[in-house]
């Protein structure tokens, strides 16, 4: 007997006799009985049902992973996409180079024949030229 249902029980005893009152509290502590196992029950009921609650909510680990692997898999495309893009830009600047290169070496050549054309004309019409470039070129001391 808990010391509420034994309060209880002296009350119910001066008032309705001994064996009444012992009868009450009979049904009164099954009564208490049986709403703390159904307290226990819908206690169980309302834990399985929050845990449902949350896993519905929430996502698994593997819905999780599958996610994380689709978005890893989309990151890679477009990291390969920007690859192929910069590699083809450097293409393009290398062939624009070396076009650069062909046609420098090309204007080299033109110039270098200016040079070879203008000393020849020089030395055509001016004598002291020849004198000068022979001491230039150490042939004449």
Do not use: C, P, W
């Not at 029950?41 to 996502?59: F, P, R």
């Not at 890679?76 to 046609?103: D, N, S, W, Y």
């Not at 050549?109 to 020089?122: C, E, P, T």
């Amino acid at each position: 007997m808990s010391s509420l249902t034994l309060e209880l029980y002296n009350m119910l005893e001066e008032k309705i006799g001994k064996e009444e009152a012992k009868k009450v509290i009979e049904v009164v502590e099954k009564s208490l009985s049986v709403i703390e196992e159904k307290v226990k029950e819908e206690k169980e009921i309302a834990k399985v049902q929050i845990k449902q609650d949350l896993l519905d909510e929430l996502i698994t680990k593997a819905e999780f992973k599958t996610e994380i692997h689709r978005v890893e898999e989309k990151i890679e495309g477009e990291i390969r996409r920007v690859e192929e893009k910069i590699e083809g830009e450097i293409r393009r600047v290398e062939e624009k180079m070396e076009t650069l290169r062909q046609e420098l070496k090309g204007e080299m050549k033109v110039i270098k024949l200016l040079i070879f054309f203008v000393m020849a004309l020089m030395v055509i019409l001016n004598q002291n030229s020849v004198e000068f470039l022979l001491k230039v070129f150490g042939f004449i001391k």
